[in-house]
């Protein structure tokens, strides 16, 4: 089993930042790809993932804004929002891709953490 633990989370001022930080633990051999998607409404949409080798992709509403990092030794993915605005409103999941020692690969949800950029 893989757990995952999201903070940073809360309510901020339009042009404020936040910092969001998703640690995983549990049955890993490695990790293959970490990310944050959002949930303003019903639908999911993807914000931000990051790779082992570093690359990244964002999606084009955060592009210079947001910057996602890895530290794969802590197997923890981290979410720089800068400049935020009430259209970045949501809840925010941080999502996992994981190798276990069986050899099975899984995907693992985060349980969410809201974001409220309000003045």
């Known amino acids: 089993q893989v757990q995952l633990v999201e903070s940073g989370g809360g309510l901020v001022q339009p042009g404020g930042s936040l910092r969001l930080s998703c640690a995983a633990s549990?049955?890993?051999?490695?990790?293959?790809?970490m990310g944050w998607y959002r949930q303003p409404g019903k639908q999911r949409e993807l914000v931000a993932s990051i790779m082992n080798g570093g690359s990244t992709n964002y999606a084009d509403s955060v592009k210079g804004r947001f910057t996602i990092s890895l530290d794969n030794a802590k197997n923890t993915v981290y979410l720089q929002m800068n400049s935020l605005q009430p259209e970045d409103t949501a809840v925010y999941y941080c999502?996992?891709?994981?190798?276990?020692?069986?050899?099975?690969?899984?995907?693992?949800w985060g349980p969410g953490t809201q974001v409220t950029v309000s003045s």
């Open positions: 999502y996992v891709g994981v190798w276990d020692g069986s050899g099975r690969f899984g995907i693992y």
């Open positions: 549990g049955s890993i051999l490695r990790t293959d790809g």
